[in-house]
């Protein structure tokens, strides 16, 4: 009698690239809800636009380099790195500034690197950071949330589809009618105006910890991020690290000197702190991948932030914090090799 | 103290000789196909250009000014870079077989190597003292150092990835340092004194 016989892998993964992503989006579409309902209906468009591009790029990458084309557009990783451009840009962009940023990302920093599984750099923020570099001027019209008593006029749905394609504002509002600075902004400026941080946070904009809206945004992310560990899509280690390294240097710079440096829990809700320790920085492809390799990789990406927020000349360092630990990765992994089982250890003479 | 921490993270972040000035990019692109070539690089680069940005400067400050030659400097810099490079590949041979092994023939290549120069020169122009001078050039091959290392690591990645044919080796380097440069941007506005 021959008995059935299977050859290992007796436990075959479920885990699919498509459903990974999927479970992204959906893990993130609490805080993009939260995102229209504080800052209106420009992130819609903003999602459509870099969407469309994005999938329109993967198309044109895969059509021309003659790779099945299903395959490419069904995995969804294209959306993801467009919803995550869409979160980093202002309610108020114009489609040609996202159109840019979300083809960068994924014909440029995707698809010349090999496509999804090479890609050294995370596609969505090295989008973001050549519009931000491009474009400074486009990238400033933040409005202000919709909530508690800020004196500011709110544009219609229509007025900001029209502000989105065509990149003008209605006849009676200039810009700075109806842009408003970031809560990054808004401290950065009052401390090198020589103003304490509690005088700045006297702003409307400021909330309990970082900005109004802003800190709602950073709740929906967190318990996304939550249900993606939850669900073991993303590893602890990443989010930890990021957390530690942005926090440890904010707790200690707060203690030693409270009337110059923002709180930590400033640090976590004013901007893109959140976004970043789930969902950028967590990105398999361009992460280290041993646990040490985690660690380290993340505790750069929160020190980074915590520096570039601190004395450079962006309000938020998120991008250019995970590009340059994305190119340090290699050497992290480097680095940090997990022991093979029967090789001498490294450092062993034997 | 502050000033030399100050002249540190600004050679090595915010003005990195490579991604921000673009200085010494023929070794950047030329050492950097693997990881042990461009440590051995950066570890010969570093003792050089300490070296010999102490060399100038005490060259320029106590020969040069005195006689009123200072317009013989970028010769004598040359000069002074190339005979440290010279020092440097004696005393190595001489001193450890082993190291003259690993950094033998990456050592003459220092000379050709204008981010060396350059911060001879920029120590002149912004006549800085001897100490800041030798921090300036210590930072400057720190800088060097982080990016090549970074850099090599990357490409070594890069020669198994399934990069389009027309964009392999060179051109996808290229890119690379391209966005790297882009992401050093963020450091912009650091380490103002």
Known sequence: ?350 | MAELVVILVSTVLVNNFVLVRFLGLCPFLGVSRNLEAATGMSLATAFVLTLSSASAYLLHAYVLVPLDLEYLRTLTFILVIAASVQFTEIMVRRLSPLLDQVLGIYIPLIATNCAVLGVALLNVQESKGFVQSVFYGFGASMGFALVLVMFAAARERLEVADVPAPFRGTAIALMTAGIMSLAFMGFSGMARP
């Open chain 1, 1 to 350: 009698m021959e008995f059935a016989r299977r050859e290992s892998p007796y436990w075959s993964a479920r885990v699919a690239v498509p459903s990974l992503m999927l479970q992204v989006l959906a893990a993130l579409a609490p805080a993009a809800l939260a995102h229209v309902w504080f800052f209106g209906p420009g992130f819609i468009f903003n999602l459509l636009v870099a969407s469309l591009f994005a999938v329109a790029g993967e198309a044109m990458m895969v059509h021309l380099r003659k790779r099945p084309l299903e395959v490419a557009l069904t995995d969804y990783s294209a959306l993801v790195t467009a919803a995550l451009l869409a979160f980093a840009l202002p309610s108020l962009t114009p489609w040609w500034v996202t159109a840019t940023g979300a083809l960068f990302a994924v014909v440029v920093a995707k698809h010349l690197y090999g496509g999804l599984g090479f890609n050294i750099f995370n596609p969505a923020m090295a989008g973001y950071v050549v519009i931000l570099v491009a474009f400074p001027m486009h990238l400033n019209l933040w409005i202000a949330p919709r909530i508690g008593d800020i004196d500011y006029q709110y544009l219609t749905v229509l007025q900001t589809l029209k502000f989105t394609l065509t990149g003008s504002l209605p006849e009676a509002l200039g810009f700075d009618a109806v842009s408003r600075a970031t809560p990054l902004d808004v401290m950065k400026t009052g401390l090198s105006n020589a103003r304490t941080v509690s005088e700045i946070r006297a702003n409307p904009i400021m909330g309990d910890f970082g900005g109004r809206g802003w800190e709602w945004i950073g709740n929906f992310l967190a318990i996304g991020g939550f249900w993606l560990l939850i669900k073991k899509i993303i590893r602890w280690h990443i989010p930890a690290a990021v957390g530690a390294g942005l926090l440890i240097p904010a707790t200690i710079m707060y203690l030693v000197e409270p009337g110059t440096n923002p709180s930590p829990g400033f640090h976590m809700f004013g901007g893109a702190a959140i976004l970043c320790a789930f969902f950028i920085a967590t990105d398999p492809v361009s992460a280290a991948t041993s646990p040490k390799g985690r660690l380290i990789f993340g505790f750069g990406v929160g020190l980074l932030i915590y520096c570039i927020r601190t004395w450079g000349s962006y309000a938020d360092g998120v991008a250019f914090a995970v590009i340059i630990m994305n190119v340090a990765v290699p050497a992290i992994d480097y680095v940090t090799r997990p022991h093979i089982v029967g090789h001498p250890r490294r450092g062993d003479s034997s």
